[in-house]
């Protein structure tokens, strides 16, 4: 099968893999769709032991298995399914289990994996092929965000949010927001064309850096330091900052009055309790026409090293590699 091998300093080949083989408690995936995601830059610059990819999208190649030809995605998350995180429903957080597929296991940049049979999300038959990844980081990592903290800020009295950083999980926290109940979105990134399309979705456009205005809901995406500690300094008491993106770097926090002398609340979400799928359905089938306009591009293997390239420039949203 074809794979694609990240090798570090930004070099991508594709070539001939061994086919994986399904362990027992696993199943072999034809992947049909995985989408790129900002996170695998990392693994661009610095290589990765392990084929990458972790929005991904397949039919299920395991005669005999209850969920053979089934369209399934993959819930990156290993999880053990019996510790106090699974038992509660936190699967994302399982207290045993740290593997995430597509980081330490092979993922979807390939024509196919091997997948632990409790990470397969089977997908309902009027979500096209197209969609179907958007309902992991795009839909799910952002609708959990906002979802764990509605209840310290509920939108009837939270007035305008700020949503800094719309790259395809900042698109996706503006439409889980609107959906949620939060009418007023302001939202700031230095591309134009990004801000055009959060615009088109009803965000009012807040200049990165500005901290003339203050907001009682900050939904940080972009993980840029200078953004998150602006986050802190403008969130209003009790408000909440939440940090859905991520920084591998140190962060060096300098405190001052704004930050010091108020309460407010600094929250970290990982990706999505496997419980939250039915309500991430529900919501890409109400906003199936917005999601869409995410995908710009769909493009077979032999273009990822191209594409990537171009994407990491921040020229495209959410491409997805497709295979026949
Ligand atoms: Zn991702
Ligand atoms: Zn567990």
């Keep these: 099968m074809q794979a694609a091998v990240f090798h570090g300093d930004r070099k991508i080949t594709i070539g001939e893999a061994p086919m994986p083989q399904a362990a027992p408690g696993e199943v072999l ?25 972790h929005e991904i999208f397949g039919v299920v190649e395991q005669p ?93 009295s939270t007035g305008p949010v700020l949503v800094t950083g719309a790259g395809p999980v900042g698109l996706g926290a503006i439409v889980a927001l609107q959906n949620l109940g939060y009418a007023d979105v302001f939202v700031s990134d230095l591309k134009e064309e990004r801000l055009q399309l959060a615009e088109s979705f009803g965000a009012k456009r807040h200049p990165v850096g500005d901290g003339s205005k203050r907001f009682k809901l900050i939904v940080e995406c972009s993980g840029a330091h200078a953004a998150r500690s602006l986050g802190m300094e403008i969130v209003l008491p009790r408000g909440v900052l939440i940090l859905v993106g991520e920084n591998d770097n140190p962060w060096p926090v300098q405190e001052n009055k704004a930050i010091r002398r108020k309460d407010f609340y600094m929250v970290r979400t990982f990706y999505f309790p496997k419980s939250d799928f039915p309500l991430n359905v529900e919501l890409l089938r109400k906003e199936k026409d917005r999601y869409r306009r995410l995908v710009d591009r769909q493009f077979g293997i032999d ?3 191209e594409m990537f390239d171009r994407f990491v420039a921040g020229e495209l949203v959410k491409p997805l590699l497709a295979f026949a």
């Excluded at 830059?41 to 392990?50: R, S």
């Excluded at 196919?112 to 999300?121: F, I, W």
């Excluded at 089977?122 to 965000?145: K, S």
Aim: net charge neutral; proline share 8%.
């Design 64 to 156: 005999g298995h209850a969920l053979h030809g089934r369209r399934c995605l993959v819930y990156i998350p290993v999880h053990c399914g019996h510790c106090e995180s699974c038992r509660a429903g936190d699967t994302q957080m399982c207290l045993n289990e740290s593997v995430l597929v597509g980081w330490n296991r092979p993922g979807g940049y390939a024509e196919y994996l091997a997948v632990p049979e409790q990470c397969l999300l089977p997908v309902p038959d009027d979500i096209d092929d197209t969609l179907a990844p958007l309902l992991l980081d795009t839909i799910g990592t952002a609708a959990h965000g906002v979802r764990f903290v509605k209840h310290l800020v509920p939108p009837q």
């Design 303 to 305: 273009a990822l090293p």
């Design 29 to 53: 995936l034809r992947v049909r769709r995985t989408a790129l995601c900002g996170s695998d830059a990392k693994l661009w610059v610095k290589g990765a032991q392990f084929t990458p990819g």
